[in-house]
């Protein structure tokens, strides 16, 4: 039985790790492409290897107009990200304490709306743009991602917050605290793992978001991190090394806050999506 067991446990381990090589070689590929020199016909087979021509990354970054562009999308992330866990926490919070048939109809709307592509609503939201001016500004592109996320989000803080007991709020409450400053006050504290999953996980998807960035912020001051990609690569298509350069100053960012974030996310998701 033991020879049985360590036989299983070796073949899960040979399936991980062939599973994440299988997963890191387009990363490989595209930090290979990003430190050589321009070839214009790329060949890749086992001996790619790179050749640590960084000049690619000073050529990205000048001529592409990531700067701003990096400025904008830390701008819209981050000010999307911090009303979206202020609603949904709350709504979150309302929905998994106060049980009435509302809130459920409500978290089912919720639901539903995960449903729906967001691409969907593009025509409709850009007319809507047009009559409160929110055509190239930062602030009404914040709007538009927090609401496009709200769905997702709520749903996971109100499952996450029914695995914590009541008893938390009710002894706030036993102390003079009412139920909204109960929960800023103490549940607030026990989402750290549900709000960085939420922060990673939509945070991700406002950073790259392009599909509604293309049609919202058309001047080239409020590009975001895709918006300037694209246009960098129709300007240097023929360039793969410049072209991957680029790619991977925007994909950074991300990369970097997902490591840093990555132990309470799985923590956040398996709460969020089991319990409750």
Request: aromatic residues 16%; positive net charge; glycine residues 6%.
């Amino acid at each position: 039985m033991n020879w049985i067991r360590i036989i299983q446990k070796t073949g899960k381990y040979i399936t991980l790790v062939v599973i994440s090589f299988l997963s890191l070689i387009p990363f490989y590929i595209l930090i290979t492409i990003g430190l050589s020199k321009n070839v214009g016909k790329l060949k890749i087979d086992f001996s790619f290897l790179p050749d640590f021509h960084f000049v690619n990354f000073i050529l990205a970054w000048t001529k592409s107009g990531l700067g701003i562009s990096l400025v904008n999308s830390f701008v819209i992330t981050s000010g999307a990200l911090v009303i979206l866990v202020i609603f949904s926490s709350s709504a979150g919070y309302s929905i998994a304490r106060f049980a009435s048939p509302f809130n459920r109809t409500i978290l089912n709307i919720f639901l539903l709306c995960m449903m729906i592509p967001g691409i969907i609503n593009t025509v409709a939201l850009y007319t809507l743009m047009i009559k409160i001016g929110g055509i190239n500004t930062r602030w009404a592109m914040i709007l538009v991602l927090s609401a496009n996320s709200l769905p997702f989000s709520v749903f996971l803080y109100t499952n996450f917050i029914r695995s914590i007991p009541r008893d938390v709020e009710e002894s706030a409450i036993i102390d003079g605290c009412t139920w909204f400053s109960a929960f800023w006050r103490v549940t607030f504290h026990f989402l750290k793992p549900v709000t960085a999953a939420v922060a990673i996980l939509q945070g991700l998807g406002i950073w790259n978001n392009y599909a509604q960035a293309v049609f919202f912020l058309q001047r080239k001051d409020v590009r975001t991190i895709p918006l300037a990609i694209s246009m960098f690569f129709q300007q240097y298509g023929a360039n793969w090394s410049l072209m991957a350069g680029a790619a991977i100053i925007g994909l950074a960012p991300a990369v970097l806050i997902f490591l840093f974030f990555q132990k309470f996310f799985i923590k956040g998701i398996i709460s969020g999506a089991v319990k409750g």
